[in-house]
């Protein structure tokens, strides 16, 4: 599906100052919401997506950030001191 890359010009360009720490930044907070409100069945939260480099949307280590957003995944939901090694 890449309904994504034909939306109205206005709304195309959602992520601004995108980093291992602004994507942090989102994980805590998603994570957070779903600690609050939900509560009776499992949480869930689905991370888009691991390989999409055309899309800029990805988590594999790249010259630029390293193993930033996997160090920033697992920081947020593997548990304190937990990172992928470097």
Request: no cysteine; glycine share 6%.
């Amino acid at each position: 599906d890449n309904n994504a890359r034909f939306l109205p010009k206005d709304i195309t360009k959602v992520a601004k100052n995108k980093s291992p720490k602004t994507y942090e930044k989102v994980l805590r907070t998603v994570k957070k919401w779903a600690d609050e409100n939900i509560k009776t069945q499992r949480k869930l939260i689905i991370i888009n997506a691991w390989n999409e480099w055309t899309e800029d949307g990805y988590l594999e280590p790249d010259e630029r950030f390293g193993y930033g957003y996997l160090n920033a995944t697992a920081r947020v939901f593997g548990g304190a001191g937990q990172s992928v090694e470097e």
